[in-house]
């Protein structure tokens, strides 16, 4: 298996514009996580899903964040309309049941201008 | 509430010196406990996981760690440190009981100069 692929690498954003993130799990794992991370906050955990629905969203900084997954192999993350304070690298993760280990992509460096 | 503390940003150790990178966690039930390690421009890699059984658990590239249950700690180990071994080393829990998801602390920049 590839492991989790996350695309694009790098964005750089003005304000106020829309950004999707993507991600695609390993193939079989029932759990998928989206978490960010920067250097005052370390890693927070954003929103997590099993079996595509979402279970806890209470992380998502604000209505302008949204995450969704329509199927085992896909999932994206939205921020609409984007400001400079989302600025970090968002990861995703993915692991097979809830209490193994996560494995996670290379994360997206976003950049809003 | 759960939470995880790594009480040191960056630790110093000269290669082929032991190292240890503490980890201290707060969880209401069973907590499940991780390390993870981070380099450069990369997404975290896993090291080893605590779920139950002995204290001590061996993990990727000679690492281990032991729980104590009394200290609520998980501190990592290694008994003789590789310049290789620098990067950024984050600690996880997870609450069985209550069905959370993973919490990282802030984590530990390991230095090993040679």
């Known amino acids: 298996d590839a492991g989790v692929i996350q695309s694009p690498r790098h964005e750089v954003t003005e304000m106020g514009q829309e950004v999707t993130l993507r991600c695609k799990p390993i193939?079989?794992?029932?759990?998928l996580f989206w978490y960010r991370q920067t250097m005052m906050r370390g890693l927070e955990l954003l929103i997590y899903f099993n079996n595509n629905v979402p279970i806890d969203d209470s992380g998502m900084p604000e209505d302008r964040f949204s995450a969704k997954m329509p199927n085992a192999s896909f999932s994206t993350l939205k921020i609409q309309p984007s400001e400079p304070r989302d600025s970090a690298v968002y990861f995703c993760?993915?692991?097979?049941?809830?209490?193994?280990?996560?494995?996670f992509g290379s994360g997206t460096q976003l950049s809003v201008l | 509430a759960q939470s995880v503390a790594q009480p040191e940003d960056q630790v110093n150790v000269a290669e082929g010196n032991p190292l240890t990178v503490k980890c201290t966690y707060s969880?209401?039930?069973?907590?499940?406990l991780f390390w993870y390690v981070q380099y450069p421009n990369r997404g975290l890699q896993f090291l080893l996981k605590?779920?139950?059984?002995?204290?001590l658990v061996k993990g990727s590239y000679g690492f281990e760690a032991e729980f104590n249950k009394s200290q609520t700690s998980f501190h990592l180990k290694k008994p003789s440190a590789l310049v290789s071994d620098s990067a950024l080393y984050f600690c996880a829990v997870r609450d069985n009981q209550a069905g959370t998801a993973l919490i990282f602390g802030k984590g530990t920049t390991l230095s090993v100069s040679s």
């Open positions: 193939s079989g794992h029932d759990y």
């Open positions: 969880v209401s039930g069973n907590p499940y």
């Open positions: 993760a993915s692991s097979l049941y809830r209490g193994e280990e996560l494995f």
């Open positions: 605590y779920i139950t059984g002995d204290n």
